[in-house]
């Protein structure tokens, strides 16, 4: 029996690290990465391990976490800087493999199963690429090394910060049995109370029930858990995903309030995705806006046509109904992005990576 060879790679407290690393003064500090604690609506992207024993958490209102330590010392995020680490932690897998997968700009799933540099093991790959990141970018990253994504995940998690967590092919579904539910990646709060419910608290109790039995009470999710517990998970590694959509999005540097602002940046997407639409000879028949308010909740609207949008006078045109139909007098916005989708033909689609 062969098996793959995944590792999952997360970058430790990301924007917090980089502002350490870049603010030597700083570190060992509470610090929080995120919209100011004055005035309303800002929140934490995310705070330092000397600010998380105070209790402080990605998505929390800052002014929240201000009370919780009063000595905090609140920064804002600096995402052009993130991307360029992206872009170089990026660089430092490709030397190991050409299957990557990011996940956002701090985690990647890796297969390394078809080993580039003949190390021989995928611990020591790991251990490597966590060393590279330490040395040339003076940040740390965790890793979980196993034979399937949704074990790799987890086990990444599991000795941060600074961690390297191997489950081997015959550790993976004992370890399964014993994880607890709400530890499943997808499972949130409802799926975790319902299977509880149940009498489902451990990966061991959903091991119990038919597929079918899974199939009824989840659906197809309930058929994937049947798999995972089971330590079955195929999914492969996509290192290149073909664009389906073509997006332009812009988080802001304060929270916009005014209809009329939001229209202004609504124009410039407009003529920003038109831009690309061009360039890449593409026209869409779906358009959506993404709309992500300062208390990080994320709502997408689309809308679609019989004939395909082309100029940008109709996708800002179409942009703004969207946004009108969703405005809400006193929220405030931190990230406004339109997408056209549902491309005329297959052979116009592009390549993310
Ligand atoms: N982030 C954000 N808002 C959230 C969650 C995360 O802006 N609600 C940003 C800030 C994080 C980065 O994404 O630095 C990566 O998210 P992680 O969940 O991996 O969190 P960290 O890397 O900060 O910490 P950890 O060491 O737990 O991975
Ligand atoms: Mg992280």
Known sequence: ????????????????????????????????????PE????????????????????????KQALQLCP?????????????????????????????????????????VTDDKLGIGSAIEIARQIKDAIQQELRLTASAGVSVNKFVAKIASDINKPNGLKFIGPSAVE?????????????????????????????????????????????????????????????????????????????????DLTTLEEMNAELDKLSSIVHGRLTKNNLQGRTLTIK???????????????PEPVADEATIRRLAKELLTLTFIQGQRIRLLGISLSNFDRAKEQLRLF
């Open 174 to 254: 004992a370890f399964m049995e014993q994880l607890p539910v709400e530890k499943f990646h997808g499972v949130g709060k409802v799926t975790a109370a319902k299977m509880k419910g149940m009498g489902l608290f451990t990966g061991a109790d959903v091991k119990r029930l038919t597929e079918a039995e899974m199939f009824k009470h989840f659906g197809k999710a309930g058929s994937f858990y049947y798999r995972i517990v089971r330590g079955i998970d195929e999914r492969p590694v996509q290192s290149q995903r073909v664009a389906k959509s073509l997006a332009a999005e812009d988080t802001f540097s304060y």
């Open 71 to 111: 000595q905090a010392i609140f920064l804002r995020p600096r995402f052009e800087i993130y991307k360029e680490v992206s872009r170089q932690i990026r660089d430092i897998f490709r030397r190991y493999t050409d299957l990557i997968e990011p996940l956002s700009l701090d985690e990647a799933y890796l297969d």
């Open 291 to 305: 709309i992500k308010y300062s208390d990080f909740r994320q709502i997408t609207r689309n809308r679609s046509f």
């Open 1 to 36: 029996m062969s098996h793959r060879k995944i590792i999952h790679i997360d970058m430790d407290a990301f924007y917090v690290s980089v502002e350490e690393r870049d603010h030597p003064e700083l570190a060992g500090k509470p610090l929080v990465v995120g919209g100011p």
């Open 39 to 62: 005035g309303r609506g800002g929140v934490v992207a995310t705070a330092s391990y000397e600010a998380r024993k105070f209790g402080i958490r990605s998505a929390m209102p800052s």
